[in-house]
Structure formats: C-alpha cells, structure tokens
C-alpha cells in the first residue's frame, strides 16, 4: 500500500558529502518513525538513523557527528544528510518506515529497493 522512493546515491570521495532523499507515497495516515538502514557487503544490515514524527532522532554509533536525519512531515518525505564519508559507509542505503494506514489499526513496515552510496578516491 506505501512506496518508498529513494534518490541521492552516488559515488563521492572520502571527505565528501551526499544527501539522500526517501518519498513514501500510497495509503498513509502516518508514520510514526522513518529510518535510514545499510547494508554492505558482507555485512547484516544495520540502522544508520531513525527519527519520529516528532522529530526525535537515534543513530548508529559509526555516523554520530557525521550523519544528519530529518524529516518533512507534510511531504512524507525522509532526509540523510551524509558528511565526512568515509569508504566503510559504502553501502546499499535503505528507506524504512513504520506506516499507519488507519487509526486503531497496527501499522505495517515498508522498504524502499535501496540505493548504492560508494565512498572511494
């Protein structure tokens, strides 16, 4: 019923910057958390940051200080704003969010497909 968009992957060098952008479209009544996970290769899949509608914000320990999520509610619409890449944030990045589709109702977990970010000189 939600489709996650995301867009902003790339290739960019150590030091570099890049933002990535997550669009949920579809039956939305809302969505209490949206989150950035990677996953690179060899590796399981980890959560990068998480942010409420509210605005409150949880990250991994290998982005603090590097890494900023944020959201715009009225657009349904998730941010990762990436500083200081380093080459181990290469990865596949995912969109996730927690979606209501009604009130009363338990909401669902959806995806995105993911998107490359390669941090190499």
């Known amino acids: 019923q939600v489709q996650l968009v995301e867009s902003g992957g790339g290739l960019v060098q150590p030091g570099g910057s890049l933002r990535l952008s997550c669009a949920a479209s579809g039956s939305i009544f809302s969505m209490p958390v949206m989150a950035w996970h990677r996953q690179a290769p060899g590796k399981q899949r980890e959560l990068v940051a998480g942010?409420?509608?509210?605005?409150?914000?949880n990250y991994a320990d290998a982005v603090k200080g590097r890494f900023t999520i944020s959201r715009d509610n009225a657009k349904n619409t998730v941010f990762l704003q990436m500083n200081s890449l380093k080459p181990d944030d290469t990865a596949v990045y995912y969109c996730n969010a927690f979606v209501m589709h009604s009130v009363a109702v338990t909401g669902k977990d959806y995806w995105g497909q993911g998107t490359q970010v390669t941090v190499s000189s």
């Open positions: 942010i409420t509608s509210g605005g409150s914000t």
